[in-house]
């Protein structure tokens, strides 16, 4: 499974952990940066992890922003991503039980990095249920086609 992460500078610590914790359980991962603590704007980030998942290049992204909820935003702008803001391990099985999410975001000023790796853990093995479900994903992509 490849993965591309990113972060912001504000998320850069917690991204350079979770990197190294997902390198560590195998997975191919990208890294588009911020590769420093220097300020920068996260929807560069955001755009970049977007567009690789949107186009089948990533099968997920990670990525951190100071509360991870501008990733989140400036990352649904891309046509094919449902990015979600995770703060447990509850809200990260269901965004991809329900949601089939393909981004997860992360809080770098307020999630803990075992908190982290356990996120993206859970996030990363729990699958999309379908069903139902589908016909609501569907949806949301009808919003995105047909405005
Ligand atoms: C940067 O100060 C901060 O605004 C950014 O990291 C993020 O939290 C935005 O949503």
Redesign the pocket.
């Known amino acids: 499974m490849r993965l591309y992460v990113g972060s912001?500078?504000?998320?850069f610590a917690l991204k350079e952990h979770v990197r190294e914790h997902l390198e560590h359980e195998g997975y191919e991962v990208v890294d588009v940066g911020t590769h420093t603590e220097e300020?920068v704007d996260?929807p560069d980030f955001a755009r970049q992890v977007g567009e690789a998942v949107a186009a089948g290049d990533a099968d997920y992204g990670v990525l951190v922003?100071?509360?991870?909820?501008?990733?989140a935003?400036a990352a649904n702008k891309v046509d094919g991503v449902r990015a979600v803001q995770v703060m447990d391990t509850e809200m990260a099985k269901m965004s991809r039980m329900h949601n089939d999410a393909n981004i997860v975001t992360l809080?770098?000023?307020y999630t803990e990095p075992e908190i982290a790796d356990a996120i993206v853990d859970t996030f990363l093995a729990t699958a999309f249920e379908g069903g139902r479900h589908q016909n609501r994903v569907d949806k949301i992509a009808a919003i995105e086609h047909e405005g």
């Open positions: 912001d500078h504000a998320g300020s996260y922003c100071g509360s991870g909820l501008g990733m935003i809080a770098g000023r």
